[in-house]
């Protein structure tokens, strides 16, 4: 079956970095659009990042817009989510998700058939 895993989360200063990671199996990665969302508590799943299949289109929420980077090795299967200059309002869990329904992926959580089961980033002093 299909499985997507995250790595990478943790509790990190304001400022610093972190590279969160997404290791699919059970599809042929190379054909899906990688997504990442992130949820605070008591909030809804918001977008973050998304690839569109071959890497060449890549879209980012206006908050994180110039500090985080998503780029994907679809010769291993993974996609990451490079998090630069992290500020408390980014803590939350972050999720991939991969859809094999669209080249370019979606804003909308909706348009994602796969999901992992995410991982922390926590922002604090």
Same mark, same amino acid.
């Given at each position: @079956?299909?499985?997507?895993?995250?790595? $990478?989360?943790?509790? *990190? @200063?304001? $400022?610093? +970095?972190?590279?969160?990671?997404c290791?699919? %199996?059970?599809? #042929?990665? +190379? #054909?899906?659009?990688?997504?990442?969302?992130?949820?605070? &508590?008591?909030?809804?799943?918001?977008?973050? =990042?998304? /690839?569109?299949?071959?890497?060449?289109? /890549?879209?980012?929420?206006?908050?994180?817009?110039?500090?985080?980077? /998503?780029?994907?090795? !679809? =010769?291993? !299967?993974?996609?990451?989510? @490079? *998090? !630069?200059?992290?500020?408390?309002?980014?803590?939350?869990?972050?999720?991939?998700?991969?859809?094999? +329904?669209?080249?370019?992926g %979606?804003?909308? &959580? !909706?348009?994602?058939?796969?999901? $992992?089961?995410?991982?922390? *980033?926590? *922002? %604090?002093?």
């Amino acid at each position: @079956q299909v499985q997507l895993v995250e790595s $990478g989360g943790g509790l *990190v @200063q304001p $400022g610093g +970095s972190l590279q969160l990671s997404c290791v699919a %199996s059970g599809l #042929t990665f +190379s #054909t899906n659009a990688m997504g990442w969302f992130r949820q605070a &508590p008591g909030k809804e799943r918001d977008f973050v =990042a998304r /690839i569109s299949r071959a890497g060449g289109f /890549i879209d980012y929420a206006d908050s994180v817009k110039g500090r985080f980077t /998503i780029s994907r090795d !679809n =010769a291993k !299967n993974t996609v990451y989510l @490079q *998090v !630069n200059s992290l500020k408390p309002e980014d803590t939350g869990v972050y999720y991939c998700a991969a859809t094999p +329904s669209s080249v370019y992926g %979606s804003r909308s &959580p !909706n348009s994602y058939a796969y999901w $992992g089961q995410g991982t922390q *980033v926590t *922002v %604090s002093s």
